[in-house]
Nanobody, 116 residues
Framework: QVQLVESGGGLVQPGGSLRLSCAAS??????????MAWYRQVSGKQRELVAH???????NYADSVKGRFTISRDNARNTVYLQMNRLKPEDTAVYYC????????WGQGTQVTVSS
């Protein structure tokens, strides 16, 4: 059973930066063959796809974060990252990682709050 553990969230002022990490335990070597993604969810709204990275390293981003967020992965550590720069209040959400499409059990997520 794969377990996803997200970390790195917190409270940051508008214009600030955060780096999120997501470690996938129990996935073994199969982690590297999956496209991994970051999703976010605001309370009362549907979870949305923020960014994804293929097994080959190609990346894609939601229009709302393009040019500000960067997704990357370390297959040796079964970990995916999300570097978030120039954060805006509308980026406030709980951030989750999963494969794309999201077939693994969801982790607890990490809260990102952008506020002055």
């Amino acid at each position: 059973q794969v377990q996803l553990v997200e970390s790195g969230g917190g409270l940051v002022q508008p214009g600030g930066s955060l780096r999120l990490s997501c470690a996938a335990s129990g996935s073994g070597s199969i982690f590297s063959i999956y496209a991994m993604a970051w999703y976010r969810q605001v309370s009362g709204k549907q979870r949305e796809l923020v960014a994804h990275i293929t097994s080959g390293g190609s990346t894609n981003y939601a229009d709302s974060v393009k040019g500000r967020f960067t997704i990357s992965r370390d297959n040796a550590r079964n970990t995916v990252y999300l570097q978030m720069n120039r954060l805006k209040p509308e980026d406030t959400a709980v951030y989750y990682c999963n494969v794309k499409p999201p077939i693994w059990p969801w982790g607890q997520g990490t809260q990102v709050t952008v506020s002055s």
